[in-house]
């Protein structure tokens, strides 16, 4: 009978045999060209492990089929009750999505809680056109600061979708602080202007929910001096599915979305992120006090 050492190196052993044989029929023959260029080909490509047949950027995929112990996505779980989603392919570096992040009944849910709360829509035109309302800590872009929340986040977003961003790996355990919702109305001409959202003001993972309707988002590669990626992408964000942006995408790539690409008369948004306070030195927190001048003698 084998006991519990052998039965593990031989297991072991397997594992070995599947990783060598995958990477080693995936391997070039010849070096290339540009080694540099190879590498950021391959941030661009996604490939499966051998071993658990999650998807992965390709320059990143031998290191997690090394540490792989087999489970697929659907099995893992961070807790029973909390399986984690499986992010589909795309061929933009850093992007993720989760499709049906949240069920029908929670979409129901903050739809309504949308449509009925005291905070009305209010049509904005910072980035496009479209109807708008913002929660948390409010990022002063002409300032360059952080200021403190006026108005918290709603309990939708503290109870269900929080809770469901801490299980996901890309998100990097950051909690939102700040988020802003999107009303999106084909018929009345709405779009998002292409833009990359502040690069400092926000920690990395940006997350974006999509309810009510689908839409295509085009990103185009902002920074192909550094960027081997594809130049520009559609990529198709179905209703209820949540996309992360880390990396090559939430940095070098802009977003936008046209009219014609809202595939519904109505599609929300939801976008969260963390943004820590700005906390003044103490000469600037002088300068902003009002200073009070001493009457003449």
């Not at 391997?27 to 941030?43: A, D, L, T």
């Not at 469901?164 to 999106?184: F, H, R, S, T």
């Not at 192909?224 to 209703?239: D, I, P, Y």
């Not at 939430?250 to 008369?265: E, K, M, Q, T, V």
């Amino acid at each position: 009978m084998m006991n519990k050492t052998s039965s593990s190196m031989f297991a072991n052993s397997k594992k070995q045999k599947r990783v060598t044989s995958f990477f080693g029929s995936k391997m070039p023959n010849k070096r290339p060209r540009s080694h540099s260029k190879s590498i950021q080909e391959e941030r661009s490509r996604f490939g499966s492990c051998p071993l658990c047949s999650q998807s992965f950027p390709l320059h990143s995929l031998e290191s997690h089929a090394a540490l792989c112990n087999g489970e697929s996505a659907e099995k893992s779980t961070v807790s029973p009750q909390k399986p984690i989603p499986k992010p589909s392919s795309e061929p933009i570096p850093g992007l993720y999505l989760y499709e049906n992040f949240i069920s029908e009944e929670e979409e129901t849910e903050i739809l309504k809680h949308l449509d009925t709360e005291s905070m009305q829509w209010k049509t904005s035109r910072f980035n496009g056109h479209q109807f708008g309302k913002r929660w948390g800590v409010h990022c002063n872009l002409r300032d360059r600061r952080v200021n403190a929340a006026e108005n918290t986040l709603p309990d939708f977003i503290q109870q269900i979708l929080v809770p469901k961003l801490k299980d996901l790996p890309p998100v990097k355990g950051c909690l939102p602080n700040e988020a802003n919702a999107i009303d999106y109305r084909r018929k009345q001409g709405h779009w998002l202007k292409s833009h990359v959202d502040d690069r400092k003001l926000s920690k990395e993972p940006i997350c974006n929910l999509s309810l009510a309707g689908d839409c295509y988002m085009t990103f185009r590669n902002e920074a192909m001096h550094r960027n081997l990626a594809v130049k520009e992408q559609k990529v198709l964000l179905k209703r209820r599915c949540l996309q992360v942006l880390t990396g090559s995408a939430r940095y070098d790539f802009s977003h936008a979305i046209a009219n014609p690409d809202l595939l519904s008369d109505r599609r929300v948004s939801i976008t969260m992120r963390e943004s820590p306070l700005t906390v003044l030195a103490p000469s600037q927190s002088k300068l902003n006090e009002v200073s009070v001048k001493k009457p003449k003698s």
